[in-house]
């Protein structure tokens, strides 16, 4: 596991639930060995870090956390998933979430924004 890994372990470990972390470690371990996967961990330890800071589990994550981090509307979904589940707040962070990308709140998985519709414009034929 390279430095940049170890510190976001180190990180997450503090504001995780504590009959998760030994669960923690391998997840970090198992995504930490190329970017697109590390940047995920990156996202979701920020989250982590900002619920357990007593931060609102609101828009300011969109807005001060993933939106700067230059992540796919897949990321963050994988991101958040993985808060969600390593979080103590993490049904909080799940009810705002679902909310705000269209759910009820109430799902019992995470809605993944890089769902797309694609449907055909008003009066084409092809």
Known sequence: MNDTAQKLMDRGLACCVNDK???????????????????????QVAVMER?????PADKTINTEVLYKMDLTGFMAGCAIQAAVYYSPRGDEL????????????EEVGVVNPAILTISKKKGATK
Request: proline share 0%.
């Open 94 to 105: 799940k009810r705002w979430w679902n909310k705000d990308y269209g759910g009820t709140g």
């Open 21 to 43: 972390m030994q669960e923690f470690r391998e997840y970090v371990a198992l995504n930490s060995d190329d970017g697109y996967s590390l940047a995920c961990v990156k996202a």
């Open 51 to 55: 619920l357990a800071a007593g931060k």
